[in-house]
């Protein structure tokens, strides 16, 4: 353990000293214009850090053995390794094209010799299926059981390929400090804006799975079992289903009209309406943000005093007046919700014309009318889409459901009907279905609290209910499908295992007879 403390804070010490040494050299004899060197060789430069590359080497031959007491897998470096190698390994086959293209025209490439261009695609190549083979190692066993750790010295191929990389954007593309923020505005704001985007997905979605993985236990008993609960809970997710129907169905009906566009392949889209949709979406933050922050805050306390009167047996007097304190409460809040989103609407509408003018985005005054028509539609639906979030509350799925299929129906008919007229109409069939939705949402929950005790106690089963459906079934199905592929594998492998007894008893019995 020493020996391995004292080689990490060498590789350390060393590793800064070459970064500062690197950045004095770009700042004192680099053209900051250019890139190019002032003084000495420019392959020079790249010898320390070639040298440098047998600092983790060294270690990993002098200090003692992989401890017994690490795990033979790792499941997330596994994947990791396995993701990295497979992106290394695409990137240089990718690059074979460009390569033969500079071998097959050399008096083209003057100033890019064959060799290089080879170069670059044998390195991550190599690099690539190294991380393959270990990130396999790491979810089959490193070897730590079988005594097989493998040797450092196939470890130098990653650093390799990332200093020839080095190498090559530097010497056959100069940069240096002073080129930076040059090349950093060539980065257009569309791509800036998509790499955002993907990455806060992604963040996203690697967040969600931990959490996953930490809160459901880690059985493979019954893996597709979990199915069955679209049986018992089907109201929900046919309400997101048809809610997500018809906030976007206008887009892609708008897509295959007059004002729709082919960009490539499947990608079609209608800038003139997709455009001003976008900004009027923005609108509606709100509302989504009134919502988590002021109404579940202040609502969600007597919601559940009002319950927990009930479910513990509170006094008729107790609960009316818990009652009447979260209706009040509720109401006051939608009301502040709806003014609010009121009061942005008609500041966005009111100041829209001359600020859009103002923007490099091209409106036009039909882009206009888009815009101001979407704005009060979104507004309409994110109001609509709250109230329809405390009828979940109470659970009223059977409303929630219909509200969210009037939305989508609606929605999907009003704008196909709109295709049929003038484009400087297009916009109204959402704005309908939008209205149609707040309309219903609101008398809806009106109606619903009007008799709210004998909705929450009159109408649940007398008896539990277990509902069976087709996902149960499907749920089923898999798990009949998963335990015969199971069995067939543990037949064969003890099959092979038991070929393997056989052969070496054999193996056995020869050396025997020889003997003898």
Not at 78 to 105: E, P
Not at 118 to 132: M, S
Not at 167 to 186: E, M, N
């Amino acid at each position: 353990m020493q020996n391995k403390r004292f080689y990490a804070v060498l590789v350390l010490a060393v590793g800064i000293v070459l970064a500062a040494l690197h950045v004095a050299d770009l700042l004192q004899w680099m053209d900051a214009s250019t890139g190019f060197a002032l003084q000495a060789s420019v392959w020079a430069r790249y010898l320390p850090w070639l040298a440098a590359l047998a600092l983790p080497y060294l270690p990993a031959r002098r200090v003692a053995a992989q401890p017994t007491e690490l795990t033979d897998t790792n499941l997330p470096l596994g994947c990791c390794m396995l993701m990295t190698g497979a992106l290394l390994l695409g990137s240089g086959l990718l690059s074979v094209s460009s390569a033969q293209t500079i071998s097959a025209y050399p008096e083209l490439y003057a100033t890019t010799p064959a060799w290089t261009a080879w170069a670059d695609v044998i390195t991550p190549v190599l690099a690539g299926a190294w991380l393959l083979v270990y990130g396999w190692r790491a979810l089959t066993g490193f070897g730590v059981r079988r005594q097989k750790l493998g040797g450092a010295l196939p470890g130098l191929v990653l650093p390799l390929a990332f200093l020839w990389r080095l190498v090559w954007r530097f010497q056959f593309v100069p940069a240096s400090l002073g080129r930076i923020p040059c090349t950093l505005r060539v980065l257009s704001a569309v791509a800036a804006l998509l790499f955002a985007v993907v990455l806060g997905y992604g963040v996203m979605l690697v967040w969600d799975v931990l959490l996953l993985h930490r809160y459901f236990p880690q059985s493979r008993k019954h893996p597709w079992l979990f199915l069955q609960w679209v049986d018992q809970f089907l109201p929900l997710a046919l309400t997101g289903l048809l809610t997500t129907i018809g906030l976007f169905a206008h887009l892609v009906i708008t897509w295959c009209g007059p004002l729709g566009i082919k960009v490539k392949g499947l990608f079609y889209g209608a800038p003139y309406y997709d455009v001003p949709a976008m900004l009027a979406f923005l609108t509606i933050l709100i509302t989504t943000v009134n919502f988590v922050v002021s109404v579940e805050v202040n609502f969600y306390p007597t919601y559940r005093s009002y319950y927990s009167l009930l479910n513990d047996g509170g006094t008729v007097k107790d609960i009316t007046v818990a009652e009447n304190e979260m209706l009040a409460v509720l109401n006051r809040e939608l009301h502040y919700t709806a003014l609010k989103q009121l009061l942005v609407t008609a500041a966005v509408i009111s100041l829209e014309k001359t600020v859009l003018n103002a923007l490099p985005l091209g409106f036009s005054d039909v882009m206009h009318g888009y815009f101001r028509v979407l704005c009060v539609g979104y507004a309409l639906y994110a109001v609509g889409n709250t109230v329809m979030l405390i009828l979940l509350y109470f659970t009223d799925y059977s409303g929630a459901l219909t509200a969210s299929a009037l939305f989508a129906g609606s929605t999907v008919v009003f704008t196909v009907i709109g295709q049929f007229f003038t484009t400087s109409l297009f916009g109204f069939g959402f704005l309908m279905g939008a209205s149609l939705f707040a309309i219903y949402a609101t008398f809806r929950l009106a109606s619903y609290t009007d008799n709210l005790p004998y909705r929450v106690l009159g109408q649940q089963p007398i008896v539990a209910q277990t509902k069976r459906g087709r996902f149960t079934e499907l749920g089923i199905l898999l798990e009949h499908g998963e335990q015969r592929v199971d069995q067939s594998l543990h037949r064969s492998g003890h099959a092979r295992s038991s070929d393997k007894a056989n052969i070496a008893e054999t193996d056995v019995i020869i050396g025997r007879n020889r003997k003898s």
